[in-house]
Nanobody
């Protein structure tokens, strides 16, 4: 069983930075893709960034050039460095992991989420 625990959320200012961390338990971490997703009030959950087991990242267009996803396979941790924050980045951020052969909505392991609020 894999458990994911997010941390690092909170209140950020427009133009500021926050770093999210997601610590994973279990032995599958290094062989699975990892990702960060967010859900704003009244909206569907959306992909923010993913990182393949090879280290290759992908980003949604609205965060390209501002957010960086990285992973540490020794610490079983994935990070999301969020820079140049905007109010529209506000939401609950979830980390998740699963086989790269599955699309992310079907990934089996999800964290509980951490709130990020960006003030203007």
């Amino acid at each position: 069983q894999v458990q994911l625990v997010e941390s690092g959320g909170g209140l950020g200012q427009s133009g500021g930075s926050l770093r999210l961390s997601c610590a994973a338990s279990g032995s599958v971490f290094s062989s699975y893709s990892m990702g960060w997703f967010r859900q704003a009030p009244g909206k569907q959950r959306e992909l923010v960034a993913t990182i393949h087991s090879s280290g290759a990242p992908t980003y949604r267009d609205s965060v390209k050039g501002r957010f960086i996803i990285s992973r540490d396979n020794i610490k079983n941790t994935v990070y999301l460095h969020m820079n140049s924050l905007k109010p529209e980045d506000t939401g609950v951020y979830f980390c998740a992991t699963g086989s790269s052969g599955r699309t992310w909505p079907n990934w089996p392991y999800w964290g509980q989420g951490t709130q990020v609020t960006v003030s203007s």
